[in-house]
């Protein structure tokens, strides 16, 4: 789902809780004019359950998008690390290979870096040529290690080369999880059952208190739109493109 959708969502939900705080607002003072002493009757059980479970609700996603924000920065620094850490390894190989391998290795975290700058227009196959150069990378790796008597290239350029493949997949697979829709449609059903018992809490006005409503709908929908901007880091207010700027200065290191 993209921002787009995100946000067209919101505007019906932002526009249906507006609708039902005012049916509800009508609905309590028919109410009232039926049954005017109970009206309220049994009405603050109810309410304090739908209200308590939309907090919790929004307690949870929120705190779920949150750790999954920093869970991806903190994969973008470990995936530099990694990468930085695989190159400097070069070092070891036999120096006729050299050349060929740190050039792949700048073109791959060119690639890299690319893919997530254009992430919301990616194919699969920015994904798969990422992939593609980290067999071709193994491979002459493997061969370089295997020319060499001394076993340290073995040792210590295959597992980085391990752990910064392993990081790739661990940054491509973040990008997939995130709460089960029927967690946004409780949330909406919430609020929108919220906004209904809030409209008729205010039945004992003549007008209804727009600024009330407002507050209400904007304050509730404001907080969703926070919660789904943190579950799409590349496409909202809420980004860690920047911090892909660790990526760019491992490349701009790799001379």
């Not at 929120?62 to 990468?83: C, H, P, Q, Y």
């Not at 973040?174 to 209904?196: C, D, E, I, Q, R």
């Not at 008729?200 to 509730?220: G, K």
């Amino acid at each position: 789902m993209n921002t787009t959708t995100v946000s067209l969502l919101l505007i019906a939900l932002f526009f249906g809780m507006v609708l039902c705080l005012e049916i509800g607002r009508r609905l309590g003072r028919k109410k009232i004019r039926q049954d005017p002493e109970g009206a309220r009757a049994g009405v603050g059980t109810v309410e304090g359950v739908v209200f308590a479970l939309l907090g919790l609700i929004i307690a949870f996603t929120f705190s779920g998008a949150a750790g999954r924000f920093d869970t991806r920065r903190a994969l973008v620094l470990e995936e530099a690390n990694d990468i930085g850490t695989a190159y400097l390894r070069v070092d070891l190989v036999p120096p006729a290979i050299q050349p060929e391998l740190r050039s792949l290795f700048r073109l791959y975290v060119d690639k890299r870096i690319e893919a997530y700058r254009r992430l919301d227009e990616s194919t699969p196959a920015d994904f798969s040529e990422c992939s593609a150069l980290q067999s071709r990378i193994w491979d002459l790796a493997v061969r370089a290690c295997q020319a060499q008597a001394s076993p340290a290239p073995a040792t210590l350029l295959l597992p980085a080369l391990n752990d910064m493949f392993d990081i790739s997949t661990s940054r491509t697979a973040a990008l997939k999880v995130h709460p089960p829709l029927v967690v946004f449609v409780m949330l909406g059903a919430l609020a929108l059952a919220a906004s209904l018992l809030a409209g008729f809490n205010m039945a004992s006005a003549n007008r209804p208190s727009w600024l009330h409503i407002m507050t209400f709908a904007i304050v509730t929908v404001g907080t969703i739109y926070m919660i789904c901007d943190l579950e799409l880091p590349r496409s909202g207010l809420i980004r860690v493109n920047e911090i892909d700027r660790l990526l760019v200065d491992v490349r701009e290191g790799m001379k």
